[in-house]
């Protein structure tokens, strides 16, 4: 029997459900933590970001009605499925360096910070909402709403990273375009994978791999692009992503101290809601 | 007027259409590449070529006021856009049109002739026609009767046709052919030259109200067929392909196919239009990006 030909993955970038190639054409080299070759990622363009924005904006309608009860219940599925992926997330972090232990803490972590946030899902209205008191025959109510399209520049942290700022992101009923760790691209897009089989609607999560410096302004100066959080990109070029992102007034999340292992908090999702308050008035 | 006899020996000795050789051309047209001050200048062209349009059952007279604020400055940021083509409506509102856009140049155009379907006797069809034009319609978009020209009767869509342009007087009329209906390109042709020859100022592809709508192939057939028409006989006939545009993308392709197909004449307002209601903001939209530099959204334009 002749020896079997391996078969390679192509690493693709994720937009409105499907996994096209960039726009561009380009790809760039991921190496191992060795050095070695690993794979060629699609080098995204800003082209890209455009049509991952307009994916965004139209599964947003969609998923931001959705009852919280049933995104959370999506979200439950997406950890089930990360679960069967397990072995080939491990592979994918060993890969980038990480001894086995580590990266088997790492994906349990990142599994348990899924199922975490999708427990919020139909929690958060509580929490970030409430019952005014007011002076007047009037019901007032504050409940969140979702801020509607999320850029968001992963950090680093290839999978704990990832999922600890894509989560909170839609639990709310956000869509988000993310843009991937750019050293170690390879667990986003199998994320992605994971994503694109678990009943999440297509465009609710866009991946894009490629050049942050390049990325980045695109995502911060995008009109239609109402929030953006800057957990991956680096101190000296916040500013003028910042500056960037004024020009409409969108929500942005500077990038914090990194440490993703710690206890998260609800920071993460409150970030990306807005306020909305009701007068209702009382006994007509 | 010609005879029956004579027009069904005209229209089926008309050379036939290659469909996979028509397809292939437009879909090798539509693969030009047209970027910065050749895309700025396409796009200021597409908008003031935008019949733009609103043919609901629910149309009221504030949309259509909206609407005609709108045509006569597309984006109150960039004062330098230019005004649209003509805004097309319902022979109802066609009033409310012509009040709203006194002394702005632009035109109002009205479908007529029991649109879209129109399945309604001759008289019916004229009187729609009169009242349009009474109001101040200085364009008519009429429909032919499909289910004639399928049967085969020439000479009644041809009748149908010049009756209309009389009912017209002053004011233009465009055909609308609702290629969609017609099955084949061979048909396309047909139709266009039955249009022209009865007396069309332009020849429209749809109604919008049918799918497919205007398509590359199909408009393509057309341009040539107003091509030859002015080979033949010296008038120059417009076209516009109507529903189904929806991006900058389309409309520039469109307009490489007109410059290769009928020539640079056809740039004009005058001769080609394009029918569409969410065009225009889309266009708007590529327009700020270029004057900006950062994409825009939705939000920042208005719904109609």
Not at chain 2, 154 to 180: F, M, P, Q, S
Request: aromatic content about 6%.
């Amino acid at each position: 029997m002749s020896e079997r030909l391996s078969v390679r993955k192509t690493y693709k970038l994720y937009i409105g459900g499907a996994f096209p190639r960039s726009e561009s054409g380009r790809s760039y080299v991921v190496n191992d933590a060795k050095g070695r070759f690993l794979a060629n990622a699609s080098q995204a363009s800003r082209k890209d970001v455009r049509d991952a924005v307009v994916a965004a904006r139209k599964a947003f309608g969609g998923w931001s009605s959705r009852t919280p009860y049933n995104r959370g219940q999506i979200l439950y599925r997406v950890a089930e499925m990360l679960e069967g992926r397990r072995t080939q997330f491990v592979d994918e972090l060993r890969a980038g360096g990480a001894a086995k232990t580590a990266a088997s803490a790492e994906v349990d972590a990142a599994i348990d910070r899924w199922v975490w946030y999708a427990g919020w899902a139909d929690k958060i209205g509580a929490v970030a909402g409430n019952a005014n008191p007011v002076a007047g025959p009037f019901f007032n109510l504050s409940t969140p709403e979702p801020s509607g399209v999320v850029g968001i520049v992963a950090p680093d942290s290839a999978l704990l990273g990832l999922v600890s700022v894509v989560a909170p992101a839609i639990v709310t009923g956000n869509t988000a375009v993310v843009v991937a760790s750019e050293p170690a691209p390879l667990p986003a897009i199998t994320l992605a994978e994971v994503l694109a089989t678990s009943d999440l609607p297509g465009g609710v999560v866009n991946l894009l791999t490629g050049r942050r410096a390049e990325l980045a302004p695109w995502l911060a100066s995008h009109m239609d692009v109402n929030a953006i959080d800057l957990a991956g990109v680096s101190e000296e070029a916040v500013t003028d992503l910042e500056k960037a992102a004024a020009d409409n007034l969108k929500r942005v999340l500077r990038p914090g101290i990194g440490d993703w292992s710690a206890e998260p908090g609800t920071d993460r999702m409150t970030a990306f809601l807005e306020t909305k308050t009701v007068w209702h008035p009382v006994g007509v | 007027m010609p005879t029956g006899a004579e027009l069904r020996a005209f229209l089926h000795g008309l050379p036939g259409v290659d469909q996979v050789g028509a397809d292939e051309r437009a879909a090798r047209l539509g693969a030009r590449s047209i970027k910065t001050t050749a895309k700025a200048r396409a796009i200021d062209l597409a908008i003031s070529m935008v019949d733009l349009t609103t043919l609901e059952g629910a149309d009221t007279a504030g949309k259509v006021r909206a609407l005609c604020a709108k045509a006569v400055r597309p984006d109150p940021a960039q004062p330098d856009a230019p005004k649209v083509g003509a805004v097309c409506v319902y022979p109802d509102l066609v009033e409310v049109a012509v009040d709203a856009l006194q002394g702005s140049g632009i035109g109002v155009a009205s479908v007529a002739t029991a649109f879209p379907a129109g399945r309604a006797p001759l008289e019916a069809k004229l009187a729609d026609t009169r009242a349009a034009v009474a109001a101040g319609a200085s364009e008519i978009d009429m429909v032919i009767d499909r289910g004639a020209f399928l049967a085969g009767d020439y000479l009644k869509v041809h009748e149908e046709i010049v009756e209309t342009r009389r009912a017209c007087g002053d004011a233009h009329l465009k055909v609308i052919l609702e290629t969609g209906e017609l099955r084949t390109y061979d048909n396309v042709r047909r139709a266009s030259w039955l249009a022209m020859r009865a007396g069309a100022d332009f020849i429209k592809t749809s109604t919008g109200k049918i799918s497919p709508a205007a398509t590359l192939p199909v408009t393509m057939i057309m341009l040539e067929a107003v091509r030859d028409f002015r080979d033949a006989t010296g008038r120059t006939v417009g076209v516009k392909p109507a529903g189904g545009i929806r991006t900058t993308k389309d409309a520039i392709k469109y307009l490489v196919m007109v410059n290769e197909v009928a020539g640079p004449d056809w740039l004009t307002p005058d001769l080609f239009r394009l029918g569409a209601s969410s065009l225009l903001n889309d266009l708007l939209m590529q327009r700020r990006k270029l004057a900006t530099g950062v994409y825009s959204g939705p939000d920042h334009f208005t719904l109609d």
